[in-house]
C-alpha cells in the first residue's frame, strides 16, 4: 500500500505539472500563418474596393466643377439683370472671377484658381466673354479633356449643358470589354 501511496503523490504530481504546462501554453495562440493569412485578405478587400473609391472621388471632384459653372451662371444671370445690361460681359466676367475665386476653390488643384478667363487648367471653369453678343461662354472639362458643362448666356436667356457623371464611368469599362473581347 505505501507504495501505492508513492505512485499515487507520483501522479498526482504529474498531473500538477502537466495541468500547469498546459495553463501556461495559449490555447488562443495567433500564429504567423494566421497572421499573413489576415494581411492577404485585408490587402485583396483593399485591391477589390480602390477602384470603386477611386471612381467615386472623381466623380465627386467633377461634381463640384459643375457645381462652379452653376454658381457662376448664376451670378452672371442676376448681374445682367441688376445692370440692365449696362455692363459689358468681359467686365461682369473680370467682376465675377474675381469675386468667386475668393470664395470658390479648384477641387484638383487647391493652387489653381477656380474660374479662369480664357485660360484653360485642371478643374478651372473656364470664362469667355464676347462683347459683341454681350453673351458669356462657361465651360469646364475634366481631367482627360472631357466637356462637363458648358452654358451660354446671352440675357435674357441662357442655353445650359450638363453631363451625367456616371456616364464617364461607361466608356472605361467598354474599353476594358474591348480590350478582353480582342485577347
Known sequence: MEQN??????????????????KNENPNKI?????FVAI??????ALYVSPNFLIKLENRKNAQIQTNVSIFASKALSEFS????????????????????????NP?????????INEKCNGCVIITPDDKLNSITIEAFTVDNILLARTILQPPSFVTYTRDLSELEKPEKKQKEDKENEE
Open 108 to 116: 484638383y488643384n487647391k493652387k489653381l484658381p477656380a474660374y479662369t
Open 31 to 35: 500564429t504567423v500563418f494566421e497572421i
Open 82 to 105: 441688376l445692370t440692365n445690361q449696362k455692363l459689358k460681359a468681359t467686365a461682369i466676367s473680370k467682376k465675377l472671377v474675381e469675386e468667386l475665386n475668393a470664395v470658390n476653390k
Open 40 to 45: 492577404l485578405l485585408v490587402i485583396c478587400v
Open 5 to 22: 501511496n508513492g505512485s499515487n503523490e507520483n501522479n498526482l504530481e504529474n498531473n500538477l505539472k502537466q495541468d500547469t504546462q498546459k
